[in-house]
């Protein structure tokens, strides 16, 4: 791998872990606000509207700079978001506006790998990549979950610097500028990227081209019969996540008596198992192969049923990592299928702003819909099953489509075709 690429990783891995220490802060003030339980979901729903509401522009906008450059300002927007929960701002409005620098952040951190990489190393990229947000997401949600407790938010608050009397007073305002020394070194990294040199051509400035354009490449994405696959396994796998994320967290509460601080390790226990799937994918699954992983999604839903027979700790931790492995073996070659697909067809950017559409989209419809279920009162046990049953009876259906395309025509033979 080229040194830009290592440069790349720690920019993500310290701007994720900001982003999902910062979820777990955001929810703990929410928790001191006394706000009713199916508010904390909606967090992540206002996390990834912008995704859906910017599709049509971020590509564009990553397009138009240097990717490094795009990186840095985007995570600047995450800076301003954190700093208003200072302000009292509401924490759905604050943690909007880091899902709006996110939204922008995104298709340049994965279209500069398509600038920087040969498509034969973009599943082991995308290996890396996800395993390391994976691991930013673990440690991301362990430190969130650390910053909210007693023992530490008393050290922090009773910590003083020499001189400057900064007037921060309560556990969340502590635990806020923990998260924003890592929003900082993301920073640092991203203006330590390289210049590519990929240029694209002239973006168009108007609103109306640009979602003219967005429509155009999501209707080519979307017919092509290896896009439509693999953005399909992709899009559920995210909505999936963001709600197992919450369904992880309610069950901890409701099956193994935890509080919300010791549920946020679970999350990350989740995430190791990503971090083993998503690597031994890179490792064992080269990009003509990737489509035969899709069986992994299937027994991923069916696993995730099982959770409602254990209320042991020892048990949890074990089938949890299970879970994660089934569902990062089986995202990260999709992924990277997805994005030599979008750049075989179009630009970087602009596919990697569709694949966020439509990911964020399934996001918010899961997401919604769960905090109906919960706000209907339903019981977790119940929600698990319907979500476990939900996920493996999608991707059957998205492997019969990818039958029926085979049928028609040699779709696989598409794989490895460069950009003319």
Request: proline fraction near 5%; aromatic fraction near 10%; charge should be positive.
């Amino acid at each position: 791998m080229r040194r830009g690429f290592y440069t790349i990783m720690a920019a993500q891995f310290f701007s994720s872990l900001a982003d999902n220490a910062l979820l777990i802060a955001s929810m703990a003030l929410l928790v001191s606000m006394q706000s009713p339980s199916w508010m904390p979901p909606l967090l992540k729903f206002f996390f990834a509207v912008s995704y859906v509401l910017l599709a049509a522009f971020v590509g564009a906008f990553a397009d138009a700079l240097p990717k490094g450059k795009v990186m840095f300002i985007t995570n600047m927007i995450k800076v301003v978001g954190c700093a208003l929960m200072f302000f009292h701002i509401h924490p759905l409005i604050a943690y909007a506006l880091v899902g709006f620098g996110a939204a922008a952040y995104s298709p340049a951190k994965y279209g500069i790998l398509t600038e920087l990489l040969p498509p034969e190393k973009l599943v082991a990229a995308n290996g890396w990549i996800e395993g390391l947000t994976v691991t930013s997401i673990i440690l991301g949600t362990v430190l969130g979950g650390a910053l909210v407790t007693p023992h530490i938010s008393t050290a922090l608050l009773n910590f003083d610097f020499p001189v400057i009397d900064f007037p921060i007073n309560t556990p969340t305002e502590a635990a806020l500028c923990v998260i924003t020394v890592f929003y900082g070194l993301a920073a640092l990294f991203n203006l330590r990227i390289p210049d590519t040199g990929a240029r694209y051509a002239h973006q168009k400035p108007h609103p109306v081209q640009l979602v003219c354009d967005f429509s155009h490449c999501f209707v080519t994405l979307w017919k092509d019969k290896l896009g439509q696959i693999s953005l399909a396994v992709t899009t559920l796998f995210w909505g999936a996540g963001a709600t197992l994320q919450f369904i992880v967290l309610k069950w901890a509460e409701e099956s193994l008596q935890m509080p919300l601080n010791k549920a946020a390790v679970l999350q990350g226990v989740v995430a190791i198992g990503i971090a083993i799937g998503a690597v031994a994918a890179a490792k064992f699954v080269p990009l003509k192969k990737s489509l035969a992983v899709m069986p992994m999604g299937i027994a991923m839903g069916l696993v995730v049923t099982t959770m409602i027979f254990v209320h042991s700790v020892w048990l949890a931790y074990p089938l949890l990592v299970l879970v994660g492995a089934l569902a990062g073996f089986f995202v990260v070659p999709m992924n990277a299928l997805l994005q030599h697909r979008g750049h075989v067809l179009m630009s970087a950017g602009h596919s990697v702003a569709v694949q966020n559409f439509n990911e964020n989209l399934s996001v918010l419809v899961m997401l919604g819909l769960y905090a109906l279920m919960i706000y209907l009162d339903l019981n977790i046990q119940a929600v698990i099953v319907i979500f476990g049953l939900f996920v493996a009876s999608t991707m059957f259906i998205v492997m019969k489509k990818h039958d029926a395309n085979q049928r028609q025509f040699d779709s696989l033979a598409l794989i490895g075709e460069h950009k003319h």
